[in-house]
């Protein structure tokens, strides 16, 4: 079931087109993740969802709702985490916990947030005191504490030590379990393929591609990248060169000194020909690995753009 | 119901924003106090009450005449007599030099000599203990010279001080209410500084991504800065009245209305202010030109009409000269709720306050526009 549809938006700030045409649903419970490289028009397209701007075009539902009509309704239903982790920086995070509460009829107890996001050793530390992860995480507690049943979490993890980003994922895969659909834009390649169901590339206001990481790395290539290395010497990497460059599978082979790379579409075979090949000569092989592809690869090759943190 | 809930938490909320705000306690709270203390001290210690000026006598042959003279003078009030015995002309001479004296009256030498002498010292010439001295000398031998002729005199001059209210206004009093005016506007006017900054931060979007009414929180804040500014009110006034003698007769529905639309005027000149900074910094270099130009043009420290005059119109289009005109007429003069003057000052109040409010909220809905990228 769809919680959110959204068709055809368009938004413009003077002469910049900052959106061209975006359109996607997302389905309840599932984290989408839109990715695209700076200036694509994630935050737009987020803020426009978010109620925050008017879209010049398009149609955005959240189920029967929409801004026009149930405004209160749906800022009741979502939970936003801006990229600016906005707070009151003078109250703690219980203080601050307990005022966004007031704002909505039914809240969570600033209790159970404290614990879901794990702050509440540092419950009456003043925010200015806290360090950049536990703001983030009191960023989406603040998200959290009217239950909504849609999370929007802009850059989440941006800034953050390795550790840090490891507690915002832990979170994250919590709201899954509770059952919320989160919305999620980051920066970090690994992130959205680690997190998402569904990820949605965006670029210069257009969605390029939409789908789960691995049937996008799937859709790019059924190519992998299998290498070897000899402990026979010179000879024996040469001997397999030039027998894998006979098989069907093998589209390309690349070679240097006794390491050898070979591309194929049917990675099985190919090793299990290799193996037979080896095992016949008595060539010691070592180190065998079969590369992936990953969603940075998706990226690169559908926007043309260098991946950069 | 729910709305009052959410009142409560928000001004529970601005009160601990404020109450940690070390900033706020020291330019709104500290630094008027050592403002006022300063220049009360400075200024406020003479008042026209206490002047009196040093005087030696000089009656170097007492005579019945001279004796008279003598006892008349030491009668009046701003002549303070240095010596109980007269003394030499010479060494009379000698305490003008040495300033110990602001003047010598050398008193006749016989009952039938007619000249008096009054001894003051070059430098001293022009000021104003020898004027009055030499004035009132004048008026004595004026008196004396009717009464050796036997005539009464056809005319006397009468003099009386008048002043709208029921007391006179001193300088402390007037510096008091300017500095409490002073302190208001600043707060006004500097303190809207946390809306760039809340913009700043995004805490504005973050507010507006909620259902929380805007309005309450606005509302809430407005309540915070009323409350702050009576702490100023009655601090300053405090310190007015038990430091340095200030006297205040209050009329409270005056002063709580001139307070509410001085608050109100200058918190919207404040929001004007804070609708076209994007810093902090740029939000603080309007409010101190603003501040600074009123604080000198606006009868705080002294009156408007001792300004030049081609200066005096523009003091009187300000909020600030009304505001602090209004808080003396209120906390000093006991003006009643119905006087004309004092509701002429709430329209030019209401109307800075009211016009500043409707740009800056224009241009806040025009930036709401542009600032999302």
Redesign the interface.
């Known amino acids: 079931m769809n919680i959110l549809e959204v068709r055809n938006l368009k938004k413009s700030?003077g002469s910049i087109q900052?959106v061209k045409d975006i359109s996607f649903s997302v389905e309840e419970g599932e984290i989408f993740t839109i990715i695209g490289p700076n200036g694509a028009g994630k935050?737009?397209t987020l803020?426009m969802i978010?109620?925050?701007?008017t879209p010049d075009h398009g149609e955005i539902q959240f189920g029967e709702l929409n801004w026009n009509k149930h405004t209160?309704t749906i800022?009741?239903k979502?939970g936003?985490q801006?990229?600016?982790s906005?707070?009151?920086?003078?109250?703690s995070p219980e203080?601050n916990l307990?005022?966004?509460a007031?704002?909505?009829?039914k809240a969570r107890s600033t209790e159970e947030i404290l614990k879901l996001v794990n702050l509440t050793e540092h419950r009456v530390n003043?925010v200015k005191k806290l360090s950049g992860g536990q703001r983030q995480r009191l960023a989406i507690g603040l998200a959290m504490i009217?239950d909504p049943d849609i999370v929007f979490l802009d850059e989440p993890t941006t800034g953050l030590d390795p550790q840090a980003r490891r507690n915002v994922w832990e979170i994250i895969l919590e709201l899954k379990k509770l059952g919320k659909t989160t919305i999620l834009t980051t920066h970090y390649m690994e992130e959205a393929e680690k997190l998402s169901d569904r990820v949605c590339i965006v670029d210069q206001g257009l969605v390029v591609t939409l789908d789960s990481p691995s049937a996008l790395i799937e859709k790019l290539t059924n190519e992998r990248e299998v290498r070897l290395s000899f402990l026979d010497g010179e000879k024996a990497a040469q001997d397999a060169e030039l027998f894998a460059s006979a098989l069907d599978s093998v589209t390309r082979t690349e070679r240097e000194g006794t390491a050898l790379k070979l591309w194929t579409i049917k990675p099985e075979d190919l090793l299990f020909d290799l193996f037979k090949f080896t095992k016949d000569k008595e060539y010691q092989v070592e180190q065998v690995s079969i590369r992936e592809m990953s969603l940075e690869d998706v990226f690169i090759a559908y926007t043309g753009k260098e991946w950069r943190d | 119901m729910n709305n009052l809930k959410q009142f409560k938490q928000m001004f529970l909320a601005q009160l601990k924003l404020t109450l940690r705000e070390k900033q706020a306690w020291f330019w709104g709270i500290f630094f008027p106090v050592i403002l006022m203390v300063i220049f009360m001290t400075i200024f406020g210690g003479r008042s026209n009450d206490d002047f009196s000026t040093k005087v030696a006598i000089v009656n170097e042959s007492s005579n019945e005449t001279s004796a008279v003279m003598a006892k008349q003078l030491r009668q009046i009030p701003i002549i303070e007599v240095s010596q109980k015995d007269p003394i030499s002309e010479k060494k009379a001479k000698v305490l003008v030099k040495e300033k110990e004296v602001d003047a010598a009256i050398v008193l006749p030498e016989s009952a039938k000599a007619t000249s008096i002498k009054l001894i003051v010292n070059k430098e001293n010439e022009q000021s104003v203990s020898t004027q009055v001295v030499a004035g009132v000398l004048n008026q004595f031998i004026q008196q004396a010279n009717l009464q050796a002729v036997g005539a009464a005199p056809t005319f006397e001059q009468q003099f009386e001080t008048i002043s709208s209210g029921s007391s006179e206004l001193e300088y402390t009093d007037f510096l008091l209410t300017g500095m409490i005016a002073l302190s208001i506007a600043q707060g006004g006017l500097f303190g809207m500084v946390d809306l760039v900054d809340m913009r700043r931060k995004g805490l504005i979007k973050r507010l507006r991504m909620t259902p929380a009414k805007m309005g309450i929180f606005g509302l809430s804040d407005m309540v915070m800065r009323l409350l702050f500014s009576t702490i100023q009110i009655i601090l300053l006034s405090l310190i007015g009245v038990f430091v340095f003698g200030a006297n205040l007769f209050i009329n409270f529905p005056s002063l709580l209305l001139v307070f509410l639309m001085g608050a109100l005027s200058f918190n919207g000149i404040g929001y004007l202010i804070s609708s076209f900074s994007n810093t902090n910094e740029a939000y603080m270099g309007v409010a101190n030109i603003v501040s600074f130009l009123m604080m000198f043009v606006s009868g705080i420290f002294f009156p408007v009409e001792t300004m030049p005059d081609w200066l005096q119109p523009v003091s009187n289009i300000l909020p600030l000269t009304y505001f602090a005109d209004g808080l003396r007429d209120s906390m000093v003069y006991n003006t009643s709720i119905l006087s004309t003057p004092l509701w002429y000052g709430f329209c030019i109040m209401l109307l800075w306050g009211g016009i500043a409010f409707i740009i800056g909220s224009l241009l806040y809905k025009r930036k709401s526009i542009v600032s999302v990228r």
């Open positions: 700030f900052a935050t737009t803020e978010e109620g925050l701007v209160i800022k009741k979502i936003v801006p990229q600016s906005a707070m009151f920086d003078l109250l203080e307990n005022l966004f007031t704002f909505y009829d003043q009217s």
